[in-house]
Structures are given as C-alpha cells and as structure tokens.
C-alpha cells in the first residue's frame, strides 16, 4: 500500500510540474500575441476583448470544475477591487511589451514575489527572517543589473513592468481579503467578468475598429490565456507550491525563444545575469517560506 501510495504521490507531483510547465507556456505566448496587438490597439482595447471573449469560456469551466455554488460570490466588492489592481497590472505590462524587449519585461515582472515578501513584512507586519531578506535585498540588486539606472540603455518605459509586479504583489496578497467560501473557480469567473467590466468603461475613449486579420489574435489571446490559467490553478491541486512555484521561472526562457523568433530580440548579458539573480532570489524566497510554515 505504501508503494501505490508514493507512486500515486509521485504521479500527482509530475502532473502538477507539466501543468505548470505548459500553463506558463500559454501565458508567455499569450504576452507575445499581446504584443502583437500593441501595434494597432490600446492595453485597454487588448484586455477588454480578451475578458470578453473568455467570459462564456471561464463561466464553462467553473459551472463544470465548482458546480452551480461556484458561480455565487460571498464578496463581490472584494472581486471587484482585485480587478482594479489586476487591469491596471495588466496595462501597465502590455504597454511595457509595447518597447521593451518580451524577455527583458517577462524578466522584470518577476520580482513580484520579492515585493510581496517585503510587503508582508513592513506592511503586514509578518515575520521575516534574515535568509529571506537577505534573498529580497539580492533580488533588487539583480533587478538593477536588468534595468541598470543611470546607464545609455536604461528606458524609463522599464519602470512599467516593476509597477505591474507592484500591483500583482498586492492583488496576491489581497487574496486574504476573500471569503474563504469562494472556490478557485469563482475567483476566475469574477476576476474575468470584473476585468471585462473594467476595461469596457474606457472603450469609448480608446477603442479602434477590429480587422479581421486581428480578430483571430484576439480570440487566441482569449483561449491561450484562459487555458494556462486553468492550467496553474489545477498544478496547485496536484502539487505543493514549494515543488511547482520555481517552475514559473521558465516564463523567461519561453519570453526569449519567442522575442528570438518573432522580434529578432536577444538579451544581453547583464540581462541574463541579473535575470538569474532574480530567478535564484525568488525560488530561495520559496524554499524559505515552505520551510518556515514546515517548522
């Protein structure tokens, strides 16, 4: 019994790792088509139709995985207030993937985590240990590495992706604002739906006909996206978080081989470097907080 039951553990972490593994796949071709879109459309315009047309899609799926209670929320107020800072992450990206390089933005989100860790300490007031700010004081040296301040190659456009991983620290954190009755289903129908909502109160004022030579990038971004976020939340059934969560890191070398193909873009050198830097910070970050709530 012991034996079917490691195997089945075993089997359940390796699913988790391919589910993350592909979900960060579709997200990151998901900024590439994005990306694509930047040179017609507005952020606002791109997130609009891509909630719009994931809406039926992520309602689908929550009526099948959480059943009819899913679709209920015990705080909508709180939905809402997670897509404010989820659209404004989201605009805030796309713009920065407008100029900067797929890679080098992909690269600079990722010190979301690092925020998140010095939030929670200043902010929150949780207990952080020298390992894990040693590896926060790491992670932003590394970001200044990729950015490099003050240098010919700095863009002051490079600050966009640190605001969006500012604001996604945040809406991760806020996911303690919740009610706990809300499945992982709700909070993806509620977080669409709300992005919809959202980003339609600007059509107005930014909106530009769709050709139709565009129409199928959209309806890409919309399956894509939906599809690598279902992806992620189902790897975090399978496996824990400390096994899966460094996986998210291949985002960066998708970011590459895709701004290669597409845009003819590669990294320097010091953008490999402090890449790295941040990469290694993080998964510290990681181990540390699982071995801390192990303790």
Known sequence: MDSVSHNEQ???????????????ALLTINDAIAKTLTSKHSPLQIIFLRNLIALPVAFAITLKMGGRNALRSYKPTAHLFRAILWVSSAVMFITSIKYLALAEATTLIFVAPLIITAISA????????WRRWSA?????????????????????????????AFLYAILMLGARWLDVRD?????MLYLTASGALISGIFMPFVWVEVQASDLWL???????GTAGMTMLT?????????????????????A??????FWKDIPD????????????????????EAATKAA
């Open 10 to 24: 075993r089997h359940a972490v390796i699913t988790g790792i391919v589910l993350m593994c592909a979900g960060i």
């Open 218 to 224: 959209f309806f890409s971004l919309a399956v894509v």
């Open 136 to 164: 926060v004081v790491v992670g932003f040296v590394g970001l200044i590495i990729v950015i490099r301040p003050g240098s010919s190659t700095f863009h002051l456009v490079s600050l966009l992706p640190i605001g969006a």
């Open 183 to 187: 499945s992982v289903w709700t909070l």
């Open 256 to 261: 590459v081989i895709l701004g290669w193909l």
């Open 269 to 288: 050198t010091l953008t490999f470097l402090g890449g790295a830097i941040i990469i290694l910070s993080g998964i510290h970050i990681v181990w540390r």
């Open 122 to 129: 200043i902010v929150l007031k949780e207990h952080v240990g």
């Open 234 to 254: 189902q790897a975090f059934r399978f496996a824990p978080a400390v096994v899966i969560a460094p996986f998210e890191y291949t985002a960066i070398l998708w």
